[in-house]
């Protein structure tokens, strides 16, 4: 009966002791927002996240808040070394330990990434050390664009492409299909791709867009008209796999096509002004 | 009179001449054109080609078993010599490009002779290997210059014609920023290692041969009755009138409907299969404002989706940011073991939560009653087949589909070796390794770095 009560007790106890630490957390970590952050996921809260790891010496990449692969593993390092879960998710549980175990430099890191230079977050280590002089100075060049509103450095890019490729297919989508609607442009962008993928084209994004008389935007040098953000996001889609047109490998548009052989490829749809065909 | 009939045939002179002088003009600029898109195709190939050697390089040092070394080989030697090809085509004659060229034929005499040789009597040496880690940080070196000139004449509009007039009259000083940027790809400059891997995983081979939708075959056909009112739950709409619905003619490989619909927030579009009335694409297009939810909140939203339409036991496999977009992939998994070709992507808007794209091609067209053989090599095993270089961090079953477009089940092991992550797939019934991909994903922007 006593060891009941005791155990009663103990439980009231730890239950009491929970509740305050709950009561208390927000106060430990509210360095990080209160967003679980996993892979591929992008901002000030990933800075946060690699610089934290790169202190306690989990992270040796550049903290460029982009939450890639060494991310991914040094979170799960950190996690299984503190003795956590070990799910490559940084959740609360993980922040908090985090925030305790090592300390984060936010005004230091943000200088570094907003003066552009290479820099480190080692615990132990002196903030002259860890960041490189400025090699380059900044270029003021009119032509720069709006100055940027982020720290992030890094991008996101699906699988085997290049910001530059998706750029490119980009102002073909847009010189081929700027009137039409966005699963037009999707479309547009995913003939492309699977021209890449059959055996009678080019093999390459930039083979296939430069083909001599393959696209007319080409052809009459519309295709270095500036593409706007939708043609970009068009071929993002494309490329992570949407395909309104089918499987297709040409399209036209019935109003303007001059050749006749065209007509005789087996059709699949129409989307907007473009009839795609096999 | 005399006088008369001379203005006249002089004024027709004239304009004959106009004509065929703006002939003349015309074709020039459309030959111009001509050259500068070759000129472009060259640039922008060389790019791709110097980015696929990097990775491949980058492939070979996590590789193991000497089977697959060989073909690895070859195909680096094939793009050394499409690389070349690429520089030779450029405008580059009065521009020092010998560094490139150079390390293209160190790389190509390298893989050359590695490739030919027998390298199961002769495997790489030590020497060999640390050879090939030199030329894999030079490459990757040049690959980030090039990208970098590349975005640069890109973000310019930069033409390849104007280079050629710029080396022809070199007394003329302008502004060149391809000139530039070549010149310091020539020097050899710090680099980053970032990625990029051709032959994506998901979806396979996609040979439409192998690939017969199995799923959907048995299906009943849906009337457009049927279409509209899938269509309408998906778009989330209760105006059935405003939607818009069409088959698909002859030349799909399976029929369609595709609906559409539009109103004043946003336009949706929708393919639909005719037997069994699944949803193959979907895509809603509307302005996406500032980031409210994570990338976390969103995958549950994706998942709750995935649920919902009963795809079932799809699990999250890969998350991105994309702007104010999340893109999410899930691939179906049967007792454990993740089926690679059974995948669904969908993209969420990261303001509200709210579903903004679906496709699900792979899925129907993979998608079949498996059996799974027990694998008979146990993942302790298995270890021994991956390189011993790479540090395994974790561990899956997996079916893909290997080189012959045939499916296997693979013990699948993600590793780190130097800064780079792999994902090396071990044939689970005689230890052959079946793919080593070098994972990428992120890359420098180079925008900020300008």
């Known amino acids: ?187 547009v962008a995913a003939v492309i791709l699977n021209r890449v993928e059959s055996a009678s084209f080019p093999n390459t994004v930039a083979g296939v867009i430069f083909e001599p008389r393959a696209f007319t935007a080409v052809a009459d040098g519309q295709i270095w008209l500036t593409p706007n953000e939708r043609a970009r996001e068009a071929v993002i889609d494309a490329i992570n796999g949407w395909d309104p047109s089918a499987n297709a490998l040409y399209y036209f548009n019935p109003d303007t096509a001059t050749s006749g052989w065209i007509w005789s490829r087996p059709q699949i749809k129409q989307i907007g002004k473009h009839i795609f065909c096999k | 009179m005399i006088r008369w009939i001379l203005v006249v045939i002089l004024a027709l002179g004239i304009a004959g001449t106009a004509f065929w002088g703006y002939q003349e003009h015309q074709d020039k600029n459309e030959i111009l054109i001509q050259a500068e898109n070759t000129y472009q195709r060259a640039f922008h190939e060389l790019n791709y080609h110097m980015d696929m050697l990097h990775d491949e390089i980058g492939t070979v040092l996590a590789m193991n078993s000497d089977k697959r070394l060989s073909p690895q080989m070859v195909e680096i030697w094939r793009l050394t010599s499409e690389a070349s090809s690429n520089v030779g085509q450029l405008p580059l004659g009065l521009l020092p490009f010998n560094k490139t060229e150079e390390l293209l034929s160190n790389i190509g005499d390298f893989t050359y002779r590695t490739a030919v040789r027998n390298l199961d009597d002769k495997p790489l040496t030590d020497e060999e290997m640390q050879t090939l880690e030199k030329l894999y940080t030079q490459s990757g070196d040049i690959k980030d210059e090039l990208r970098q000139v590349q975005h640069i004449a890109m973000d310019n509009n930069l033409r390849w014609m104007d280079v050629q007039l710029a080396i022809a009259n070199e007394d003329e000083q302008t502004d060149n920023s391809i000139i530039d940027g070549l ?147 899930f691939l179906f998994n049967q007792d454990g073991v993740r089926v690679y070709s059974d995948a669904i992507e969908l993209k969420v808007a990261l303001d509200n939560g709210e579903i903004l794209g679906l496709t699900a091609k792979n899925y129907l067209m993979n998608h079949k009653e498996r059996k799974i053989e027990t694998p008979a090599i146990s993942e302790t095993e298995a270890r021994e087949y991956v390189n011993p270089n790479v540090d395994i961090q974790e561990h899956f079953l997996a079916i893909i589909d290997n080189d012959f477009g045939e499916e296997v089940l693979t013990h699948e092991f993600l590793g780190v070796l130097g800064n780079e992550t792999y994902r090396i797939f071990i044939n689970a019934m005689d230890g052959v390794e079946e793919k080593v991909e070098k994972l990428g994903g992120t890359e420098v922007n180079y925008q900020s770095r300008l």
């Open chain 2, 183 to 329: 010149k310091t790809v020539e020097k050899s400059v710090e680099g980053f290692s970032e990625t990029n891997v051709n032959n994506s995983l998901i979806g396979g081979g996609a040979s439409l041969e192998d690939h017969r939708y199995e799923l959907i075959l048995t299906s009943d056909d849906v009337s457009e009755q049927q279409a509209l009112k899938i269509s309408q739950k998906l778009f989330n709409t209760t105006d059935e009138k405003g939607i818009t619905i069409t088959e698909s003619g002859d030349g799909a490989n399976i029929p369609l409907y595709s609906t559409s619909y539009h109103n004043d927030k946003k336009n949706a579009y929708m393919d639909l299969t005719k037997q069994g009335g699944h949803p193959i694409t979907l895509l809603v297009d509307r302005p996406v404002n500032d980031k409210k939810i994570s990338l976390n909140e969103g995958s549950k939203k994706a998942k709750k989706y995935v649920d919902d339409l009963e795809f079932q036991s799809m699990e999250l496999f890969q998350s991105s940011e994309y702007g104010n977009i999340g893109a999410y992939s």
């Open chain 1, 1 to 187: 009966m006593k060891n009941k009560t005791v155990s009663l007790l103990f439980i009231m106890g730890c239950l009491l002791v929970i509740g305050f630490g709950s009561i208390y957390q927000p106060n430990t970590s509210k360095a990080f927002s209160p967003q679980v952050i996993q892979q591929g996921a992008v901002g000030d809260d990933v800075i946060e996240l690699q610089a934290r790891l790169q202190y306690l010496g989990f992270y040796n990449g550049k903290i460029d808040g982009v939450f890639g692969w060494g991310t991914y593993w040094g979170l799960r390092n950190f996690q299984y070394e503190f003795g956590l879960e070990i799910d490559g998710l940084a959740g609360q549980t993980t922040k908090d330990k985090l925030v305790k175990a090592s300390k984060y430099d936010e005004a230091f890191v943000k200088e570094q990434i907003a003066q552009g230079r290479k820099f480190t977050h080692y615990g132990g280590v002196e903030k002259e050390k860890q960041a490189a002089p400025t090699t380059t100075p900044k270029k003021e060049t009119g032509a720069n664009k709006t100055a940027p509103t982020t720290n992030v450095t890094s991008v996101n890019v699906p699988q085997g492409f290049s910001q530059n490729d998706i750029q490119l297919m980009a102002n073909a989508v847009y010189g081929e299909a700027r009137g039409e609607p966005y699963e037009g442009q999707v479309a």
